[in-house]
């Protein structure tokens, strides 16, 4: 059931907030204790949880991912892309914070840093999303605001948005319990049953609760660990093209 909530989530120890919850002013930013940041972070004054916090894990193990919304929680917290560190905060309608009102959500949500879906790139008749990419924790734990959290990729469902595709990575944190025996999405099932069904009901419902259409995805059966690699894979692309090279003369965001 839908509630506001009065209280803020937890934060990870190294994210910093400021301003009141539930307001427009409320920000949370990084410093350099921040775990897994990329080389290049070492000297900047401002840590950016979008373009320092390296995309791959220590050790070459799998992905990082940026928690936004942990699992349970209601607010709609997000990485803005337009001010300077990119900090989290709520997302906003009319001067007004939004909510998820289908219901909790039962994943964590997040980003996966020095990603970017260029909305110059087409796929069959869609195109990028103009945001990092998404992505779906799955595992029990419920993370922390701003905890970067080392992930394998499982697969990837693909919801289509007034013509853009927004990828959701799925994926299950590298210290869950079931990470051993998950590697794909016929895992998933396996380990979690009904977990898959309720992603998609919920993907495709959340916003009718607010008065608006059904979701459309692309499939509701999810694409492949391996496609969904590529689908990073060439979205870090297009973030180093953005924010690295400057190849992209893009304005409006806030760049390192």
Known sequence: PYSTMREPPALAP???????????????????????????????????????????APGGHGYQMVVEIPKGTTSKLEVQKGVAGNPIKHDSKKGKVRE?????????????????EDPAHRSGNHTGDNDPL?????????????????????????LIDQGELDHKILALALDDPKAGAVNSVADLEREMPGVLPALVDWLKMYKTTDGK????????????????????????????????????????????
Request: charged residues 20%.
């Open 14 to 56: 190294y994210a910093k907030a400021s301003g009141k919850f539930n307001a427009l002013s409320f920000a949370v930013s990084f410093d350099r204790s921040t775990p897994g940041l990329a080389p290049e972070a070492a000297s900047t004054p401002v840590v950016s949880p979008w373009h320092h916090v390296a995309l791959g």
């Open 100 to 116: 998820y009102t289908y219901g909790l959500t039962f994943f964590n949500y997040g980003l996966l840093p020095q990603t970017w």
């Open 134 to 158: 998404d992505i779906i924790e799955l595992g029990g734990a419920k993370r922390r605001v701003g905890e970067v959290v080392p992930v394998k990729v499982l697969g990837n469902l693909k």
């Open 213 to 256: 259409e059904v979701n459309v995805l692309a499939s509701d059966v999810p694409d492949s660990a391996d496609e969904a690699k590529a689908v990073i894979t060439q979205c870090n692309d297009a973030w180093k093209k953005l924010a690295v090279t400057k190849a992209v003369p893009y304005t409006g965001f806030w760049l390192p």
